[in-house]
């Protein structure tokens, strides 16, 4: 449960949701009817089935492009004036049914529709059980950036169906597998030391292992959430190694040569690095990310993001760019070991560019 006062909401996890989805949203229902928006993958593969788990409740669906392109204003307006046409009224549900593009999307269709209406999450991929269903940041992005435009709107129940992360590609799954090894480096050394374990059965399926991974983030995520809806303090945790990684999906411009999570991933093992080199933790914590993110067979290093990069001074001032700089001083994570995150301010812009530069000259 995500306790939030008169907005907290349980997520439930496991597997077998979606064909129950019924039985699990009724209690929300005025009218036997919702809204489903999704993406014209996961329509394909998995929609039917969620009709079927729907039983007897009305459901009337929109499948938009899939892809981080149809975060942005021409597919939101044309979802809000789908749910228009869809007559979805003050009482309705509206159910978000994808990855982290559908569930921002549909969340923010929902905060802003008719000044607000309620809305469930089903997220389809790893990266979305595990952290964008969760806490209730909803928006799309401009040509300004990405998630400029949103709103905080908290779903009402969320739905994360182990099952359905059984046809994920294998490099979107560890794209998410990036914001999971996150949470144990930023608050828990004890599940970092399981993710080493474990990770290699759950990147072969193994569904028991995969729950408990995603039941472990999300219970991270919902503490510091409870904490700090807002992100006026340590909401920002959860954004560990994430002014490296915004600066890298900015410079490969948010394409497939970097995913988010990939970029996270990368974003982590720089952030200890930082860490070491300013002095607050041993050389055995940046060791140990690289090591494990290495062993998954995911990006770790700079020289894993093909094509061109910009330079050094480049990616500082794309950093500097990020909504993470408070007053022109960058904000990092850093960490005095694994699973001991916390907010620095004011960093001197030397170490990172030389940190950076270093890490060029390994392409
Ligand atoms: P995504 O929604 O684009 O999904 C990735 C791909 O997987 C898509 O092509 C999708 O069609 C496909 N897919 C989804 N479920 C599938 C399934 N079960 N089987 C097969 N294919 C499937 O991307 P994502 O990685 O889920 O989310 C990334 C987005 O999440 C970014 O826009 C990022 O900004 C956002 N995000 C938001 C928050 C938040 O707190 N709101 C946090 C982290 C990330
Ligand atoms: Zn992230």
Redesign the pocket.
């Known amino acids: 449960r995500v306790d939030l006062g008169a907005r907290a909401y349980d997520v439930r996890i496991g597997p077998g949701l979606i064909a129950r989805a019924g039985q699990e949203i009724a209690p929300l229902l005025k009218r036997r009817r919702v809204a489903v928006l999704t993406?014209e993958?996961?329509s394909g593969?998995?929609l039917e089935s969620l009709r079927a788990g729907l039983g007897d409740i009305e459901m009337t669906s929109l499948a938009l492009p899939?892809?981080?392109s149809t975060?942005g204003w021409p597919q939101f307006s044309r979802a809000v004036d789908w749910l228009l046409a869809e007559k979805v009224e003050r009482r309705d549900i509206v159910i978000a049914f994808?990855?982290?593009?559908?569930?921002?999307l549909a969340g923010f269709a929902a905060a802003v529709l008719r000044r607000g209406v309620r809305f469930v999450q089903i997220p389809?991929?790893l990266?979305?059980q595990v952290?964008?269903s969760v806490?209730g940041?909803?928006g799309i992005n401009s040509v300004h950036g990405?998630?400029l435009i949103g709103a905080f709107h908290q779903p009402a129940l969320v739905l994360a169906d182990i099952d359905?992360?059984d046809?994920?590609?294998a490099r979107?799954f560890l794209?998410?597998y990036g914001?999971v090894v996150k949470y144990g480096l930023l608050g828990d050394a004890a599940f970092f030391d399981w993710l080493e374990q474990n990770a290699p059965a759950m990147a072969a399926g193994d569904a028991g292992a995969r729950q408990y991974a995603v039941r472990r983030s999300v219970e991270m995520k919902a503490r510091i959430v409870e904490r700090d809806e807002t992100e006026e303090g340590d909401r920002a945790l959860l954004n560990l190694g994430h002014t490296f990684c915004h600066a890298l999906e900015s410079a490969t411009g948010y394409s497939d040569r970097l995913?988010?999570?990939e970029g996270v991933a990368i974003g982590c093992a720089l952030a200890f690095e930082l860490s070491q080199r300013l002095g607050l933790c041993s050389q055995e914590a940046p060791s140990r990310v690289r090591a494990h993110l290495k062993a998954m067979g995911m990006k770790c290093d700079l020289a894993d993001i093909p094509g061109d990069l910009p330079g050094a001074e480049g990616l500082l001032a794309l950093m500097a760019q990020d909504k993470k700089v408070i007053d022109g001083k960058l904000r990092f994570i850093l960490a005095r070991g694994i699973g001991e995150s916390f907010v620095a301010t004011d960093i001197d812009t030397g170490i990172v560019r030389r940190l950076l530069e270093d890490a060029l000259a390994g392409r």
Do not use: F, Q, R, W
Not at 98 to 104: A, P
């Open positions: 993406d993958t996961v593969l998995h899939a892809g981080e975060k994808g990855g982290g593009v559908i569930g921002d389809t991929t990266l979305s952290d964008s806490g940041k909803t990405k998630n359905v992360l046809t994920l590609p979107d794209a998410g914001e995913l988010h999570g």
